[in-house]
């Protein structure tokens, strides 16, 4: 068996406990590609693994950070990454779970380092773009980094903006920065496997999991979190915003769970548009199965690949 094994795909398509009980059957530990259940206080809107699941089986960045602070991709690919390695160097297996494709992309392909941040330059250029028009801006990259301007589309602005600030900050195109990143693929033995389920069913799963943050006490903890200076990034778990609303006031309690079924559907469709290009992945089709199922699935599949 690989030492190192992903399991990939949208949520609610049970890819904590399909981890914890394959974990628990090849004696691994989980490193977590979430960023939501990275943060320590809420547990229920961001569906943390269980006490119970925690105290079985050793996981990694779960509950690590106060929703207070800032954490970047790049600070999780380093120390996450750093991690794998040891458990590779120490023929210890490990699971990388998560449904959060920014943190796998980086552990696999690798990120650079931030390049920093002009305000004054980011303003300059947005007033050119205004004046003189975006393909002029287009135009400039094309000047310093060819290579990227053929991949960002003449309308997309910010990141035609985020490509000139990273060269003018850095002296160097964002195209030859992020070939310098470097992942762990290609140089450990990985698997990735995804699990999905038909769209019917996976809303069904949602919604139902959605209901059950309600009934296990999802407006007390927004109520808790909403007392605390959330960062940019904890801002974003779903819950926050939607059942911050039901509590000033604006809508009914109905209304707040609709918008977070809603919602949790749309991020749901957003994973699989991130995952579904990569051909690395191996998908399981999970309608049917139960997690043993999925489990001994992955087995039969790291087996027969290791013939």
Not at 212 to 223: C, D, S
Not at 232 to 242: F, M, N, P, R, S
Not at 275 to 284: A, E, L, N, S, V
Request: glycine share 6%.
């Amino acid at each position: 068996m690989p030492n190192i094994v992903f399991i990939v795909g949208p949520t609610a398509t049970g890819k904590t406990e399909t981890a914890f009980t394959l974990a628990r059957r090849i004696n691994a530990e989980i490193v977590s590609a979430d960023s939501m259940t990275i943060y320590k206080e809420p547990a229920i809107i961001t569906s943390k693994p269980s006490p119970e699941m925690l105290g079985q089986v050793q996981h990694h960045f779960v509950g690590i950070i106060s929703v207070t602070q800032e954490y970047s991709v790049f600070d999780y690919y380093a120390r996450a990454c750093a991690l794998i390695n040891d458990f590779y160097r120490q023929k210890k297996p490990v699971l990388v779970c998560g449904g959060t494709g920014l943190y796998s992309k980086a552990l696999l392909d690798g990120i650079f380092e931030g390049a920093g941040k002009d305000e004054a330059f980011r303003k300059d250029l947005e007033e050119q773009a205004r004046i003189q028009g975006k393909e002029y801006l287009h135009n400039e990259l094309k000047k310093v980094d060819i290579e990227t301007a053929r991949k960002i589309s003449v309308n997309d602005v910010k990141r035609i903006i985020r490509a000139l600030e990273v060269y003018h900050c850095t002296g160097s195109p964002l195209s030859k920065k992020k070939k310098e990143a470097k992942g762990l693929w290609g140089t450990v033995p990985i698997k990735i496997f995804g699990l999905r389920l038909k769209r019917e069913a996976l809303y069904a799963k949602i919604d139902k999991r959605v209901d059950e943050m309600f009934n296990a006490g999802a407006i007390a903890e927004v109520e808790r979190l909403g007392k605390l200076h959330l960062s940019l990034t904890a801002e974003k778990i779903i819950g926050i915003k939607e059942i911050g609303g039901y509590l000033k006031g604006e809508y009914t309690i109905e209304k707040a769970k609709e918008q977070m079924k809603q919602n949790t559907r749309r991020f749901a469709k957003r994973q699989m548009t991130w995952f579904k290009p990569d051909k690395r992945i191996q998908w399981i089709d999970i309608d049917t199965l139960t997690t043993e199922d999925i489990v001994k699935n992955i087995a039969q599949k790291i087996e027969a690949d290791t013939r």
